[in-house]
């Protein structure tokens, strides 16, 4: 994959900033109403409970989860980045992410790990309204935005919201339906990536359904623009080997857009 050169980058985030400074104004009358002290209290902000590999410059950002200054910005970066990247909205991203999953299937317990803001979670409490959900995230701000957009949405009653980390969640076995999340592993360092899908695995429920999706695939990604601390090690994984390694099934991988794909697959039955 051919990298940018120093002047097309700079010009890319030039432009991605010029776009956020323009979008902020409304994030911030949006979310005006946050009391961050309030909305954490109970959870952990410590640096010493966050993993090494999230207070890395994600995004070019330091400590882009543990502030909530920049967890503020992260829809906003998300609605300009995703469309001057991949050519789609972000929106549209997680829309076409919840409809792999056909509408008809029983689905009544849905996770998602590493929620961010809980779009993916929005986009499938839409799709399958019986469904209750455990939205969990290390980062407490992430979490008190996420249960902000869930109460706007009319979904609060169906949510609970826990600070988990991905790699020990501390659910018990075949517990979830659907266990769900995206644009977690660019994130994370390879040798943690496995650890996360073998514990995805454990708690799906026989029968029950994976799905993800991500970035960074192609000929053209985001990663020629913006440098990640762990893009070189996303890059070579193999997610259709380790997905099945885990011990999924009826995988698909499935390309979108320009450098996005979504897994989808299934824990088999037993």
Not at 107 to 130: K, N, S, Y
Not at 137 to 157: C, R, T, W
Request: proline share 6%.
């Amino acid at each position: 994959m051919p990298r940018k050169t120093a002047q097309e980058k700079q010009a890319y985030r030039t432009e991605v900033i010029r776009r956020l400074n323009a979008a902020m104004p409304s994030v911030m009358q949006e979310y005006a109403s946050i009391n961050w002290a309030e909305e954490v209290k109970g959870y952990r902000t410590d640096h010493e409970y966050y993993p090494d590999y999230i207070q890395a410059p994600i995004h070019g950002v330091t400590d882009s989860y543990t502030n909530p200054q920049s967890c503020l910005a992260w829809d906003a970066a998300m609605d300009v980045i995703i469309p001057l990247s991949h050519n789609v909205s972000c929106l549209s991203l997680r829309e076409k992410m919840a409809e792999l999953i056909p509408k008809d299937t029983q689905i009544d317990t849905v996770l998602e790990l590493g929620a961010g803001t809980a779009e993916g979670a929005l986009a499938l409490a839409r799709r399958f309204p019986q469904a209750t959900f455990r939205v969990t995230d290390v980062s407490p701000y992430m979490l008190a935005i996420a249960q902000h957009k869930f109460n706007k949405a009319g979904f609060s009653e169906r949510a609970k919201f826990e600070q988990v980390d991905a790699r020990h969640t501390g659910y018990p076995d075949n517990s979830f339906d659907l266990v769900t999340s995206s644009l977690l592993f660019h994130e994370t360092p390879k040798e943690w990536t496995p650890k996360i899908l073998k514990e995805m695995y454990r708690i799906t429920k026989p029968g029950g359904w994976v799905l993800y999706a991500d970035t960074f695939r192609g000929e053209y990604a985001l990663s020629a623009y913006i440098e990640e601390p762990w893009l070189d090690d996303f890059i070579h994984f193999n997610f259709e080997y380790e997905f099945a390694k885990a011990g999924f099934t009826e995988l698909s991988y499935i390309p979108y857009a320009v450098g996005l794909w979504y897994m989808v697959g299934r824990k088999i039955e037993t």
